[in-house]
Each structure stands twice: as C-alpha cells, then as structure tokens.
C-alpha cells in the first residue's frame, strides 16, 4: 500500500510529467543520429525511436569494415528508412556536420546517440562538442574523466549514463542511498560481482563497476576492484550460470553476493535482462528528456538517467 506522503509524491511526478508531454507537443521535432548502426543495439535503439515517433538521421557514424548503409524497417507498414553509415575518417566529420545542418535549417533539433564502442568514446564526444551536437551516451569504457571535463568545458548539453534500463537505474539510486545512509551496514562480509554479457561488449559492464563503489561502502574493510569482478563472455560459462541459450547474443545477467565471514548469512542482489528493448526505451525517454531541457535552456548541461528518473519523463 502506498503512503500518503509517497501518493502525493507519485501524483505530483505524474502532474509533472503531463506538463512535460503537453509541453512536449509544441517543441521543435526531435531528430536522432543513432551512432552505432548496423549493431544490435543501435538498431533497436533505431527502431524505439521510430515506434516513438522521433526521426531517425539519415547518416550514423559506424566502425571500419561496416556496411555502406543501414536499412530500418518501422511498424504499421510506414517506408523504410535507409540511413547512411559513415565510417572513421575526415569524410565522416564532414557528412555528420552537412547532415546536421541540414536538418537544424528544417527546424529539427538534432540530438546523436552513441552506442558504439569503448575505443571511440572519447573521439566521439570530441566530434559532438566540436559540431555543437546534443548527445546521449550509454557507451561505456573510454577514459570517463576526459570525457567528463571535455563535455563540461564545451558547453553542450549531454546525457551519459552507463545504463539505460530505468528499473536498473533505480536500483543503483536505492544502492547509492544505502551506502551514504548505512556505510559498514555489511561489516565483515565478502562480496561477489558476476556479469554476464554477449561476447561481442569488449569491457566490464559500466553498472558493475558503479556497483562496485556502493557495496564497498556498504561492507567496509578491505575494498574489492572492478579486476575482481566476474565477467562472463563464454557460451558455455554464460549457459552455466543460467543465461537462457537463446538470450545469448544479447542479454545482461548481473549478481552480488555478500556473505558472512562464517558463511551462515548470504545476501543476493541480481538483475537480469534478456535481449535490448528495455535499454532502448530508456534511451529514448534520455532523448525526449535532454529535447526539453534544450528547449527550456536548461542552466545545467550535463545529465544523467538519475535526472530522468527524477523528472518522471518516462514512458
């Protein structure tokens, strides 16, 4: 049963965010270049946007080696989409920034989302600030401190968080809670992080690591690091620790264990995603979350998903 101070809560959140979608109807058009096509999740990325009804860029940066363009097929029978990809080099600086134009002179605001690869993380952000672009980020790795000062000094407006999935965000806020309220809650007990991830995500999940920081807090002592945790790219290892086989090429199965120095008390927290629909979703709530906070010449520029959280403008 909900509170009478938590009722009140939910109604002014949901107050809110009927204001936020009313004022939503009467802002500019909303164009994305989902950066990261022709990959999994950049084309489910693509494809929540077009079930949202935000446009899809007609290019996309992409790594070496990709297809020349991307075809995305929308609901309802609407035409395809066919978005040109452009990998590394001057030409693909040169296109984003015509394309771009191009679009802002049609009155669209242009926001890119980066869903590409820990290697490119830095340079592309580099491009976004250089080109004044708008930019959602749930690419991890990368030196996150570089990336951090470089948007801050530039000036634009970003939202960078290392997970998308809100129910999982909520649970990292209610862990972050935990640590500043009850640090040493845990005292004496060892902890245990195994994520779990398709073989082609190159690093160590970046809602791991965060993790990481909270439940140190929490049990004290000693201090675990992100080379401690688990990190399963092996079918056969990922079957084993229960990944449905079907999921394989696209799941996210995290679990921290914390256990008594006797063993006699174990808690489990754990977390487990099949498939990219759900981070798709909270990509897109990301990006019609930054659009308002552009259109209301937000004085603070850099976001998270925390801030999505808080402002409900989800859907």
């Not at 590394?88 to 605001?109: F, I, M, T, Y």
């Amino acid at each position: 049963r909900t509170s009478p101070s938590g009722s009140q809560a939910l109604a002014r959140r949901r107050l809110l965010a009927g204001a936020r979608r009313e004022r939503a109807s009467a802002m500019a058009p909303v164009e994305c270049v989902v950066n990261g096509l022709p990959g999994n999740m950049g084309r489910e990325i693509a494809e929540a946007c077009l079930r949202r009804g935000v446009a899809v860029a007609g290019v996309a940066l992409t790594g070496a080696g990709m297809p020349e363009a991307a075809e995305l097929q929308p609901q309802g029978g609407a035409a395809p989409v066919t978005v040109r990809l452009l990998p590394p080099g001057d030409g693909a600086k040169a296109a984003l920034k015509d394309a771009v134009e191009a679009s802002r002179a049609a009155g669209k605001v242009v926001i890119a989302i980066d869903f590409t690869h820990p290697s490119a993380v830095n340079a592309n952000a580099e491009l976004y600030c250089e080109l004044g672009i708008p930019f959602v980020m749930g690419t991890t790795g990368g030196d996150r401190d570089k990336l951090m000062q470089v948007v801050n000094d530039s000036g634009i407006y970003a939202l960078i968080a290392p997970n998308m999935c809100k129910q999982i965000v909520a649970f990292q806020a209610m862990m972050e809670f935990m640590s500043e309220q009850y640090p040493g809650a845990f005292g004496g007990y060892s902890l245990q992080i195994t994520e779990s991830h398709q073989s082609s995500k190159a690093d160590t999940s970046g809602t791991a690591k965060k993790m990481v920081e909270y439940l140190n807090v929490l049990k004290g002592g000693s201090p675990i690091t992100e080379e401690d945790i688990v990190k399963l790219r092996e079918s056969d290892k990922q079957l084993a620790f229960g990944v449905p086989e079907g999921s394989l090429d696209g799941h996210a199965w995290h679990t921290y264990t914390l256990t008594s120095s006797d063993g006699s008390v174990i808690f489990e927290f754990k977390h487990n995603v099949c498939g990219r629909r759900t981070y798709a979703e909270g990509v897109v709530d990301a990006v019609s979350f930054l659009a308002a906070k552009i259109e209301e010449a937000s004085e603070q520029k850099v976001f998270n998903m925390i801030d999505v959280l808080r402002a409900g403008q989800m859907q």
